[in-house]
């Protein structure tokens, strides 16, 4: 199969919507009496359709003759402490409303079991595209350059809004946020271990006691990557950043190091079936290489340049391991929100290795 093919084949598999799975209905009618008393303007009837992206939170499409909204959910069933915070994602959309980073308008957040069995919220539909193959295969050299820059400025001006000013001063601990959460992913990951990974046991181990001096503080996405991200339908222009439930007060490298992973991963990556830029011939994409993209976000935040790479590079691939065998949980347990969670468990020890080889090029033995 080509590339274009297999590209098109991931754009199909997590795009879009479809039936509501068994294991992620609710009553459609209390829904709609909810939304009625709660979201100005809101009008019936209504279709419920769910998304086939995302690993987390379950997510709907809400049709009305009016207007498409979209439903986020905490999944039903046992889950792990503090994951799945869609009330945390609701407050931070809220508070960005009147930034320059671009976010889905935030409506109603709904904290009563009774009315879906879950935590939800609920925010508009915004309309675009949601790209899942970094190759870019469909567009052309100077709109992957675009979208790229695109996707730098977002990053850096989310990084340089005051996060105090808008409303978020308590929203994670400011310092020490290495630490935090590299405790907060060890425990993750001993809750939902499946198996023995040594490389795995050797990074939380090494990890703690080498995390760099330099601290600072920003608002921090946590996932942020193309396809966490909506697109104009025609200009290369973000228009909402999506999925914000990893989203905290935390060290602005360690989330940008976090996107740039896509330069860094082995084989066709991780991230929901998207590719990797790691073997591609990026000047003849048009999409810039590794250090002209750190130079751009460097640019853009009154940066000299990023130290201790291989250090955040350890620290990411660990985060993220601990992020997917969090799934590889969630489907032993039977609470897994799509239907390639298998398959996104199955990248554990991969990324696992990877990161132990970042660990090692950063002195560990």
Known sequence: MSE???????????????EVGDNHRFDEAKLFDYLSDTV????????????????????????????????????PGKLLPSAHAVDREFRVISALADTNVP??????????????????????????????????????????GKIYDAMNDTIAKLHMVD??????????????????????????????????IEEMDKLMEWLPDNIPD???????????????????????RVLAVLDWELSTLGHPL????????????????????????????????GIPSFDDYVKMYCDRTGRDGIDNLDFYYAYNFM??????????????????ASDHAKTMAANVRPLAEEGWLYAQKAGAV
């Open 40 to 75: 100005e303007g809101f009008e019936g009837p209504l279709e419920v359709r769910e998304f086939k992206g995302g690993q987390s939170n379950p997510t709907y499409q809400l049709v009305t003759p009016k207007q498409k909204y979209v439903l986020r959910r905490k999944p």
């Open 319 to 336: 985060r993220l391991a601990g992020i997917l065998q969090g799934i590889a949980g969630r489907v032993r347990d039977g609470t897994a």
């Open 4 to 18: 274009a093919a297999q590209s098109d084949d991931r754009q199909e598999m997590f795009s879009g919507t479809k």
């Open 163 to 196: 996060h105090e000013k808008v409303g978020l001063g308590d929203f994670g601990k400011p310092g020490n946020y290495f630490a935090r959460q590299i405790s907060r992913w060890s425990k993750q990951y001993r809750a939902s271990e499946t198996e023995t």
């Open 214 to 236: 330099e601290d600072s503080t920003s608002i921090v996405h946590g996932d942020y990557r193309l396809d966490n991200m909506v697109l104009h339908p025609t200009e290369p």
């Open 254 to 285: 360690g989330d940008f190091t976090y996107h740039t992973m896509q330069w860094r991963m082995p084989g066709q990556g991780t991230g929901g079936g998207t590719g990797s830029l790691r073997h591609a011939d990026l000047a003849s994409l």
């Open 103 to 144: 976010v889905p308008r935030a409506y109603t957040l709904c904290e009563d079991e009774s009315v879906i069995g879950t935590m939800f919220y609920v925010m508009e539909m915004v309309d675009g595209r949601i790209l899942w193959d970094p190759l870019l295969p469909q567009e052309t050299k100077e709109n992957r």
